[in-house]
């Protein structure tokens, strides 16, 4: 049978067990936070239901290992058993969870605010660790809020759960000496209350991305001129705030248009797809140009593939087709079409991205104050215009 004791000594084993939150990991069971019905992600992105009473073993292997937990889809409007593709909340990946904690530095008297309350087992381990008034978590969804505050309890767990939009913070038990988000933030769309509402030297850590879809995790902190500066640490990936969520199943409606419209125009290019949706540091550089353009690639095999842009207010898209012939020869059939030409902006993107000497997506970070929100290359002084 698996247990907490399996999932702390796989994570320790592999490194990724931060000495700081060992003792609040192996006490408090990531079980008691899953609920009987929940969902396993599947490798083509969907997710298939698991149940504890009627398949105890495969749920307990589930909860006990490293992989996130699908706890909601479709904000509660699919239930269990059903499924989609659409998750809404889960319980997140248990070296993430670590990583985002460690990352944040956080210090034994630390106040805590966590945006995204979700299965409450994050804000276990805060609690654990830092003491129930030290830590405040905010959820926008009031069954997940009760269900939270429920499995807390039973804990004997009491931080403060709130149930409202995080995106405002909560006001009544700022400042924070840290702020940690568990839903994703749009490009130029941080909430400045969050900077508000952190002391002069306090940090937040964030998962950010564009639309274009690449996530990563962002830790600003809070300057004496009320400015949150840093950089990208990394990758991660999280379903994003409800208030910024992009259009989901475009892709689909994006490629039938694509595929219907025989008539339109085809061209060329010798920029490579790959380098500008695949490749994660090419991808990230040219999602920070087209921050409000979606993509998809539909595979036949690795190989060959169809590259789809769209972008769902103007209604533009573009096709690139990729296979190993078209690999050897360099050059790609494009089809654009709508107002905005977006294979030619991912063509200029990418240039830049080559002209910059192709930085990594760390080498960038994020400035952001109540005035502006800003990306800089290498440097805050280097602040990087016309993007996101
Ligand atoms: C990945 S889950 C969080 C996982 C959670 N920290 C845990 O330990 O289980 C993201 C959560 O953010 C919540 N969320 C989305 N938008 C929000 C908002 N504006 N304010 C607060 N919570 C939000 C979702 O409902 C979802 O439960």
Redesign the pocket.
Known sequence: MSSQATLTGELSANGLLPQAWATSFTAIDRAE?VPAHCWANTLDGATEPLDREEDPARWEAAVYSDQ?IV??LD?GATTWPETSGNA?????QPSL?LEMLDSLDIQDGDRVL????????????LAHRLGDSQVT?????PD?TEQ?RAALLSLECRPTVIC????DGYLPNAPYDRILA??SVLAGHVPTAWVEQVDVGGQILLPWKTMWGSGVLVRMVVKEDGTAVGPVLGDAF???????RTPFGQAGKFGRLADEATDAPVSSTIVAPHEVAIDPDGAFTVGLHLADVQHSIAYEDPEHYELLLYQVNTGSWATVEVTAEHTAEGKFPVRQHGPRELWSEAEAAHNWWIAQGRPARTSYGLLVSGQQQSVWLNHPDNPVTGLI
């Open positions: 936070f996130p706890t909601q904000d809404t909340s889960s319980a997140s969870v966590e945006i995204g309350t979700g299965t409450g087992y994050n804000a276990a381990l978590t905010v959820e926008v969804d997940l939270a409202g939009d995080g995106g568990t839903a999280f379903m994003n705030l409800r208030s910024q």
